[in-house]
């Protein structure tokens, strides 16, 4: 097995390299996740209980860092290297125990392989720069997913490195319901299902492995109530979680709405390349039949194969190299599963057609099959809890469906003897991977154009950051405008909707919630949550605050009239235009002062 020494030192190089580009170009503030993370960790008090869930962990960081966002990111530089170094490290020890030969092929050696697995953390992590609970979740899952593919398949491990090892894991995983909680209750059961398929011909190590991880989770918990949650806190986030889940119910809920979209992805994936799935069904029979022989069978499918990566390619180059919408991410999913599922078929029908050995393929070892499983997993289970789309979630964990192309893609050289396939693969994944590392975020929800655009300085708050011109020019113009109000900094200001970042850059505090939603981002049920929270906002304080209004807010009035905030009671001191949206944005102050 490669040295460990070997892993960190690329993992450790490639977060120096991103660290340096980050700190020199302060780049990256977007107008929404970013500034409702560091504006609740700015006003614990004033905002709601969000830091002391999603954000446990990041806010008494945030402390110690004296409030720097530049020092708050190098943190998240090293999560995602620990990450790297993890899941590297447990997917080399399934390779070295099952395909030895995948880190000695000519054009592809150990640190290509592993910069493909860095290059791909890299991608989904370092060039974002933050610490939301959406990135944060994939380096806990994919951490914890590494560690679980080494503890299957490293056989120099004693019972008591394994107990630690699995304590290590729980204390991970234990800090998951902070960042999302429903990854953990998805995660968790993944991991207790593998360890029993995996050990359950010994029972005293199972015992032990679940013992250290039951160990580890509880101590993750001890630390962060003792630590970071007091029990009025503890109080209020119960109470939040219950009012939600009563609120949305299954059908309204992130995981119903996940389930729906899981379900719908994978209707459309069938209908969509249904041609090709034709193809793959079409293919087998005509070498079966005697129409065709299986060498032009072969050729039909490598076809297929490189249409599938010219496709992807296309949507690649067509957005300049950018994570760039939901439209981006849905299609890059579909590919991800459509290289997977269209290269298994391949597989298959190769491995049946050549007689091949059945270990050449399919090894005959359970710890083969719950480490794909694992790798299928990841994914999904990190997908899963959030309000954002599951296909925009799922590209944080990438990686893990990197890692099955490329052995499907090593069975597939191995079975025909055409090296190239593999070799391409990798090269392929590697330079779309870390092509993200230089340029760029994503474009929605966050707000953000590419990196490249944002050369333009900007003082946010205790920070100076670098923007690209349309958005330094639309939060000059605000605080021009919220100037008039003439308001002390901390003052209450509720943006409806969809500007967290703005309160934050104008200083101020968003009352009751980080950030009240548009009505379209979910359902009726995201406007009672809004509701919600600022009906638990003193009357006196939603009254005398500056609204901000971010489009038409008419769907929204019957809440505002019952919430004692109606516009005719305000008078407008400016207006401006947001650039991500196009919408206008109206400030209101109330007439009586």
Same mark, same amino acid.
Request: proline share 4%; aromatic share 16%; hydrophobic share 50%.
């Given at each position: 097995?490669l040295p460990?020494?070997t892993?960190?030192?690329?993992?450790?190089?490639?977060?120096?390299?991103?660290?340096?580009y980050?700190w020199?170009?302060?780049?990256?503030?977007?107008?929404t996740?970013?500034?409702?993370?560091?504006?609740?960790?700015?006003?614990?008090?004033?905002?709601?209980?969000?830091?002391?869930?999603?954000?446990?962990?990041?806010?008494?960081?945030?402390r110690?860092?004296?409030?720097?966002?530049?020092?708050?990111?190098?943190?998240?530089?090293a999560?995602?290297?620990?990450?790297?170094?993890?899941f590297?490290?447990?997917f080399?020890?399934f390779?070295?125990t099952?395909?030895?030969?995948i880190?000695?092929?000519?054009y592809?050696?150990?640190?290509?392989?592993?910069?493909?697995?860095?290059?791909?953390?890299l991608?989904?992590?370092?060039?974002?720069?933050?610490?939301?609970?959406?990135?944060?979740?994939?380096?806990?899952?994919l951490?914890?997913?590494?560690?679980?593919?080494?503890?299957?398949?490293?056989?120099?491990?004693?019972?008591?490195?394994?107990?630690?090892?699995?304590?290590?894991?729980?204390?991970?995983?234990?800090?998951?319901p902070?960042?999302?909680?429903?990854?953990?209750?998805?995660?968790?059961?993944l %991991? &207790?299902?593998?360890?029993?398929? +995996?050990? /359950?011909h010994?029972?005293?190590? @199972?015992? !032990?492995?679940? #013992?250290?991880?039951?160990?580890?989770?509880?101590?993750?918990?001890?630390?962060?109530?003792?630590?970071?949650?007091?029990?009025?806190?503890?109080r209020?986030i119960?109470?939040?979680?219950?009012?939600t889940?009563?609120?949305?119910?299954?059908?309204?809920?992130?995981?119903?709405?996940?389930?729906?979209?899981?379900?719908?992805?994978?209707?459309?994936? %069938? &209908?969509?390349?249904?041609?090709? +799935?034709? /193809?793959?069904?079409?293919?087998? @029979?005509? !070498?079966?039949? #005697?129409?065709?022989?299986?060498?032009?069978?072969?050729?039909l499918?490598?076809?297929?194969?490189?249409?599938?990566?010219?496709?992807?390619?296309?949507?690649?180059?067509?957005?300049?190299?950018?994570?760039?919408?939901?439209?981006?991410?849905?299609?890059?999913?579909k590919?991800?599963?459509?290289?997977i599922?269209?290269?298994?078929?391949?597989?298959?029908?190769?491995?049946?057609?050549q007689?091949?050995?059945?270990?050449?393929?399919?090894?005959?070892s !359970?710890?083969?099959?719950?480490?794909?499983?694992?790798?299928?997993?990841?994914?999904?289970?990190?997908?899963?809890?959030?309000?954002n789309?599951?296909?925009?979630n799922?590209?944080?964990?990438?990686?893990?469906w990197?890692?099955?192309?490329?052995?499907?893609?090593?069975?597939?050289?191995?079975?025909?003897n055409v090296?190239?396939?593999f070799?391409?693969s990798?090269?392929?994944?590697?330079?779309?991977?870390?092509?993200?590392?230089?340029?760029?975020?994503?474009i929605?929800?966050?707000?953000?154009?590419?990196?490249?655009?944002q050369?333009?300085?900007?003082?946010?708050?205790?920070?100076?950051?670098?923007?690209?011109?349309?958005?330094a020019?639309?939060?000059?113009?605000?605080?021009?405008?919220?100037?008039?109000?003439?308001?002390?900094?901390?003052?209450?200001?509720?943006?409806?909707?969809?500007?967290?970042?703005?309160?934050?850059?104008?200083?101020?505090?968003?009352?009751?919630?980080?950030?009240?939603f548009?009505?379209?981002?979910?359902?009726?049920?995201m406007?009672?949550?809004?509701?919600?929270?600022?009906?638990?906002?003193?009357?006196?304080?939603r009254?005398s605050a500056?609204?901000?209004?971010?489009?038409?807010?008419?769907?929204?009035?019957s809440?505002?009239?019952?919430?004692?905030?109606?516009?005719?009671?305000?008078?407008?001191?400016g207006?401006?235009?947001?650039?991500a949206?196009?919408?206008?944005?109206?400030?209101?102050?109330?007439?009586?002062?």
């Amino acid at each position: 097995m490669l040295p460990l020494i070997t892993v960190i030192l690329l993992a450790t190089v490639a977060a120096a390299l991103s660290a340096i580009y980050l700190w020199s170009c302060d780049r990256g503030l977007d107008l929404t996740d970013d500034a409702a993370t560091y504006m609740c960790m700015e006003h614990p008090k004033e905002v709601a209980c969000l830091p002391f869930t999603d954000f446990a962990w990041t806010w008494p960081l945030y402390r110690v860092l004296g409030g720097s966002i530049q020092l708050l990111r190098m943190c998240t530089l090293a999560c995602t290297a620990i990450s790297a170094v993890a899941f590297c490290w447990g997917f080399i020890a399934f390779l070295e125990t099952y395909y030895p030969n995948i880190l000695e092929l000519k054009y592809s050696s150990a640190i290509l392989y592993l910069f493909l697995y860095i290059g791909g953390l890299l991608s989904f992590g370092f060039s974002f720069g933050t610490l939301q609970y959406n990135h944060l979740s994939s380096y806990v899952i994919l951490t914890a997913g590494g560690l679980l593919l080494y503890s299957m398949h490293s056989s120099e491990l004693s019972q008591a490195q394994q107990f630690w090892l699995f304590a290590a894991m729980g204390f991970i995983v234990g800090t998951q319901p902070f960042f999302k909680a429903s990854s953990f209750f998805l995660f968790t059961p993944l %991991i &207790l299902i593998v360890c029993t398929l +995996h050990d /359950l011909h010994n029972l005293t190590l @199972l015992a !032990t492995k679940m #013992g250290g991880f039951i160990l580890g989770g509880l101590a993750a918990s001890a630390l962060a109530f003792s630590l970071l949650i007091s029990p009025k806190q503890f109080r209020s986030i119960v109470k939040h979680q219950l009012y939600t889940a009563r609120l949305f119910k299954w059908d309204g809920s992130v995981f119903g709405r996940h389930y729906k979209e899981m379900r719908d992805f994978l209707q459309n994936s %069938i &209908l969509d390349f249904a041609p090709v +799935h034709a /193809l793959l069904v079409v293919a087998p @029979l005509l !070498t079966l039949t #005697g129409i065709a022989q299986a060498e032009q069978t072969r050729t039909l499918f490598l076809i297929i194969y490189l249409l599938a990566w010219a496709a992807f390619l296309y949507i690649i180059f067509k957005k300049k190299y950018h994570i760039s919408g939901d439209a981006y991410n849905l299609h890059t999913m579909k590919m991800y599963f459509g290289l997977i599922a269209w290269t298994a078929a391949f597989i298959i029908y190769t491995w049946t057609a050549q007689n091949a050995t059945p270990s050449l393929v399919f090894p005959d070892s !359970t710890s083969f099959y719950t480490s794909i499983l694992v790798m299928i997993a990841i994914p999904v289970v990190g997908a899963f809890g959030t309000g954002n789309y599951i296909y925009l979630n799922f590209i944080y964990q990438g990686p893990a469906w990197f890692a099955l192309i490329a052995i499907q893609s090593f069975l597939v050289s191995t079975l025909w003897n055409v090296s190239w396939v593999f070799e391409c693969s990798i090269l392929l994944l590697t330079c779309i991977a870390t092509a993200q590392v230089f340029t760029g975020n994503i474009i929605f929800p966050y707000r953000n154009p590419s990196l490249h655009k944002q050369n333009t300085k900007v003082r946010i708050n205790n920070c100076t950051l670098k923007l690209d011109q349309e958005t330094a020019t639309f939060i000059e113009e605000s605080r021009e405008i919220y100037k008039r109000a003439d308001r002390p900094w901390g003052s209450d200001i509720i943006a409806l909707f969809d500007l967290p970042g703005m309160v934050y850059a104008l200083g101020g505090v968003s009352p009751g919630h980080e950030w009240y939603f548009r009505k379209g981002f979910e359902t009726k049920a995201m406007l009672d949550a809004n509701y919600y929270h600022l009906s638990n906002v003193p009357k006196e304080r939603r009254q005398s605050a500056c609204i901000l209004q971010h489009g038409d807010v008419s769907f929204f009035e019957s809440y505002m009239d019952k919430l004692g905030i109606n516009l005719s009671r305000y008078e407008s001191i400016g207006e401006t235009t947001n650039p991500a949206t196009g919408f206008p944005v109206i400030f209101w102050i109330p007439k009586e002062r």
